[in-house]
Nanobody, 128 residues
């Protein structure tokens, strides 16, 4: 059973920073691409960022590129999302997810259906 647990959410003023963490149980973390998604009230869940399993290459949604940074520490089974210059529109529940699709055919995952395992989410609120 793979379990993901996010932490680090909270309330921050616009322009501030937060770092989210997501720890994954199990011994195959290094084979997962990892992603962060978010869901604002009344909106559908949307892609934020992803990091590949091998060389750690990354891909971001245009709305967060240049402000957010996704990293991973395979020794700690943890993926991070550093969020800087936060805006009120970044307010959402943030979810981390693990992509366990076959390695040979796997490309950047940006859709919900690309990811097999999900955490329960952590609330991020940015006040203006």
């Amino acid at each position: 059973q793979v379990q993901l647990v996010e932490s680090g959410g909270g309330l921050v003023q616009a322009g501030g920073s937060l770092r989210l963490s997501c720890t994954v149980s199990g011994r195959t973390f290094r084979n997962y691409d990892m992603g962060w998604f978010r869901q604002a009230p009344g909106k559908e869940r949307e892609f934020v960022a992803t990091i590949r399993w091998n060389r750690g290459s990354t891909y971001y949604a245009p709305s967060v590129k240049g402000r957010f940074t996704i990293t991973r520490d395979n020794a700690k089974n943890t993926v991070y999302l550093q969020m800087n210059s936060l805006k009120p529109e970044d307010t959402a529940v943030y979810y981390c997810a693990a992509d366990n699709r076959p390695l040979g055919s796997r490309s950047y995952g940006v859709y919900d259906e690309n990811f097999d395992y999900w955490g329960p989410g952590t609330q991020v609120t940015v006040s203006s």
